[in-house]
């Protein structure tokens, strides 16, 4: 195996395949498993180095380097290290602390970072952007914190550059010079900036979408989504969840904003499907990319159906959807009226986290397909050891990513999945695939509390109380 190939193959997979999904999904297995192993060994000395959280667990449990796919997962995170930090650092402002708290789980040296006078969340993030590489993910804390993820700029053109590939081209022949770079219309029922999930990559998508022509960009909301507002949203939900909302202490700053925020969320009930609607109108014809979640798809689709009508977009569109039903029960049959009504376009479904790179996108039979530079594992929900990769299994979902440059590979989900490992999907791809069917583990322990059992989540936890006390003393 070439040295080269494996460094692209790590730092650019698209470059490795030629920028085709075709070769991306037909790799033989075993070939992709020795390609995967190598760059799983290198990028573990890396980063062994160059994150101080993975160098102390890896000291910890004695680990120098890594050679089979199990020995990784002793070393890996779960999906809540990067929310790790103790609430009250935000609380009281000291970004300082928070600076120090993320330096610890990025390749990239924080220690000279300003936070000088930072007043807001926004404000620390802003810095960290304009004095680093990073492009700084947030999850949508609904438990009333927030991950902050460490992504850095290459990462984040090369997810977009995935995107567009899996998005418009078809898998089982060479791509054209039309799905290498489409020129489409965006309907983006969301905010045009942000840091929360998909809007990280708006500039890019811009770019790389629709020409450089940004009139072909249609926003719901043309501001940014303020990621001060969205903690306060969610430590509001979740104090409620407990009945604590009268206790609730707030920044005096934040909690003005508190009308700001209902107001807000008001209007975005009604706002969303009426943007839709309209520009499903307005575009009729065109070439479009769209993207947003079943329950939302869905209730569109079924309303305008009952109405007689259909949406009408040029057939070499496409419309991207997934994000589970987000609390609500789904129909059987939802994603065929989904299709009734978006009829002729090409219609793909979606699974992605934010710890990793890349959305894996679901065949013609209904499996996500896994993208090659994610490793996958199945745990035993129980005691996070792994299951063997043979036959078909069911448990908790963990993944190696060898792409992840900026910040630590392996992490451990909070969803249940079930892989089959041994026989290939009659769709034609070679890679390894989920089963359609994904639980999240808390909606399984009905609102319980998810913990997972793995070393990494006791260290990073003993790193938040150290970091307690030095804020406390």
């Given at each position: ?271 969303v499907p009426e ?75 979606g699974y992605a ?36 990769r043979a036959g ?82």
């Amino acid at each position: 195996m070439a040295m080269q190939s494996v460094q692209t193959f790590m730092d650019s997979p698209l470059t490795y395949f030629g920028e085709s999904i075709t070769p991306m999904h037909s790799i033989a297995r075993e070939e992709l498993a020795e390609l995967q192993r190598e760059a799983m060994i290198r990028r573990f000395a890396e980063h062994r180095q160059s994150i101080e959280m993975v160098r102390k667990l890896a000291d910890r449990l004695d680990v120098s380097a890594v050679d089979k796919f199990d020995d990784i997962v002793p070393l890996m995170f779960s999906h809540t290290a990067y929310k790790a930090y103790p609430p009250a650092l935000i609380d009281n402002n000291r970004w300082d602390l928070m600076t120090r708290w993320l330096d610890k789980l990025t390749t990239y040296d924080l220690s000279e970072v300003d936070v000088e006078g930072c007043e807001s969340i926004d404000e620390w993030l802003d810095r960290l952007e304009t004095q680093t590489p990073l492009q700084i993910v947030t999850s949508s804390g609904t438990t009333g914190t927030f991950s902050v993820i460490p992504k850095d700029v290459p990462i984040t053109i090369e997810g977009m550059h995935i995107w567009k590939n899996m998005v418009f081209q078809t898998f089982g022949k060479e791509p054209t010079e039309d799905e290498l770079d489409p020129v489409v219309d965006v309907i983006w029922p969301n905010f045009s900036e942000g840091r929360f999930g998909m809007t990280r990559m708006v500039p890019w998508m811009k770019r790389e979408f629709t020409g450089g022509d940004e009139s072909r960009f249609h926003p719901l909301y043309s501001g940014a989504m303020d990621t001060d507002l969205m903690f306060l949203a969610n430590k509001m939900r979740a104090a409620a969840a407990k009945g604590e909302l009268g206790r609730l202490q707030l920044d005096p700053k934040l909690a003005a904003r508190k009308d700001e925020l209902i107001a807000m969320q008001q209007r975005q009930m009604t706002e969303v499907p009426e943007f839709i609607a309209r520009m499903t109108n307005e575009l009729r014809g065109k070439r479009v990319f769209m993207t947003s979640t079943y329950n939302l798809m869905y209730s569109l689709a079924s309303a305008g159906l009952d109405e007689g009508a259909r949406a009408e977009f040029a057939s070499n569109s496409a419309i991207l959807t997934g994000g589970g039903a987000k609390g609500q029960v789904l129909p059987d049959g939802y994603m065929d009226v989904i299709r009734e009504f978006y009829g002729g376009v090409r219609i793909q479904e979606g699974y992605a986290f934010s710890e990793h790179n890349g959305v894996h996108f679901a065949c013609e039979e209904g499996r996500y397909h896994l993208q090659p530079w994610v490793i996958p594992f199945i745990l035993d929900p129980e005691s996070s050891q792994p299951l063997p990769r043979a036959g078909t299994k069911t448990g908790r979902f963990a993944v190696y990513d060898v792409v992840n440059q900026s910040h630590w590979g392996g992490v451990i989900t909070g969803d249940e999945v079930t892989i089959d490992w041994d026989s290939p999907c009659p769709c034609g791809r070679t890679s390894l695939a989920l089963e359609h069917t994904i639980m999240r583990f808390s909606e399984k322990k009905e609102g319980q509390e998810d913990k997972i059992s793995c070393a990494a989540t006791h260290e990073v936890h003993n790193e938040a109380i150290d970091f307690l006390r030095e804020f406390q003393s």
